[in-house]
């Protein structure tokens, strides 16, 4: 019966528009049966991927900046479907669980993973954050920009006033890493980069009785989050244990970073018909991991490097001015300047940071601020 449920379930894609209500894709998480939580991500990224984000209040840049606007936006389900500070209580519990098998009896206890996180608890809270992520990856694809750049705002409002919705969030999930306890040649066997595994998030065809699922939503949770909020996980990195540290730096450098690497290299190269021009090109050199642009104006030209680690965002962009041809060097300087600010303090993609840079750059030279450059104008997706 659950199994004819759960089929019936995944085949009302045809039926879903626009008016769905996602929150009750969201409630069916909540269920004990894997097979129904699987049907509802089904329906859930089927509506994220065809039907852009609609903001149910009159959201603007202005009540943004009002920390009980934003407050109140969160506990609005049509809004966010979640109840984020909710979700992250329900697991404190198994948070603690774990501290105690840990004292007590992990190094014996080599199936702790298994005996404790392989339940509909464990799926429901890993489905609702993908969920949610999923939510600003792709939905937002389909929005335009100036609501897209509003949703992400309110997100990184949210986070800046309650750290602890998403610093718990990454604490929770590293504490399940550590204790499932996975080498590292037995996580490249579980999760392959070469095949697009990191980025292809499709627990609906996964074994929820296998800890290879686990560590792979897991996996696949820290890219989501971490593609949109890397200045936030930087900040939980530096925070939290080295035991936690250790972990992160593996998955990082192994799985997240250069999956990153590969989608600003292709979200650069999708959207090149809307920034290339005659004044400004951006060229990517995928052997080395760098990514470099230029800026012509008049008779100046300006040339910036961008580096990217292999385990970024743990480290950070390395910046360069390469070349500057009749370019005072107080300009060059403004350049990385501006720069680091964009990339290091602001969640922003390299895309996002190098149009910037490009348009302030343009104002600076058309005389518009004397120092457009150090005080740029901020874009609406980096307060």
């Not at 603690?96 to 996180?117: Q, T, W």
């Not at 969030?169 to 595994?197: A, D, F, P």
């Not at 074994?207 to 792979?216: A, C």
């Not at 809307?274 to 008779?299: C, G, H, L, P």
Request: aromatic share 14%; hydrophobic share 40%.
């Amino acid at each position: 019966m659950i199994t004819e449920f759960s089929e019936t379930l995944s085949r009302l894609r045809m039926a879903i528009d626009g008016g769905f209500d996602e929150t009750l894709l969201y409630g069916l998480f909540n269920c004990e049966f894997g097979a129904i939580q699987k049907s509802a991500f089904i329906l859930l990224k089927h509506y994220y991927q065809n039907f852009p984000v609609k903001l149910h209040k009159e959201i603007n840049e202005e009540k943004l900046e009002d920390r009980d606007f934003v407050n109140d936006l969160f506990q609005d389900k049509q809004f966010i479907p979640v109840d984020l500070i909710g979700l992250i209580k329900s697991s404190h519990i198994r948070e603690e669980e774990y501290f105690r098998g840990e004292e007590e009896n992990l190094e014996e206890e080599s199936d702790f993973g298994e005996k404790y996180l392989l339940n509909s608890k464990t799926y429901s809270f890993l489905l609702n954050w993908i969920g949610l992520f999923i939510k600003l990856k792709y939905q937002l694809n389909n929005s335009s920009s100036d609501t897209e750049n509003l949703y992400k705002r309110a997100f990184m409002t949210f986070f800046n006033e309650n750290s602890g919705a998403y610093a718990d969030l990454i604490e929770i999930v590293y504490t399940w890493l550590r204790s499932i306890n996975l080498g590292l040649t037995e996580q490249k066997n579980i999760v392959s980069t070469k095949n697009n595994e990191v980025s292809n998030i499709s627990p609906e065809w996964e074994d929820f009785s296998s800890i290879d699922t686990l560590f792979k939503l897991i996996v696949q949770l820290n890219y989501l989050f971490i593609g949109k909020f890397p200045k936030f996980f930087r900040k939980w990195y530096n925070d939290t244990s080295k035991l936690n540290r250790k972990e992160a730096e593996i998955i990082i450098r192994n799985f997240i970073s250069n999956t990153m690497f590969n989608d600003e290299k292709q979200l650069i190269e999708t959207k090149s018909g809307e920034w290339k021009s005659e004044e400004f090109n951006i060229y990517v050199t995928k052997s080395t991991r760098q990514i470099f642009a230029s800026f012509m104006k008049d008779s100046s030209k300006l040339e910036i490097a961008l580096t990217i680690p292999e385990d970024y965002p743990l480290s950070l962009i390395q910046i360069e001015n390469q070349k500057g041809i009749k370019v005072s060097e107080a300009r060059l300087k403004k350049c990385l300047l501006m720069m680091r600010t964009l990339l290091v303090n602001d969640n922003n993609t390299f895309l996002t940071a190098l149009l910037i840079w490009k348009n302030n750059l343009e104002k600076e030279f058309e005389g518009v601020e004397e120092c457009a450059i150090c005080y740029y104008i901020v874009h609406s997706s980096t307060k």
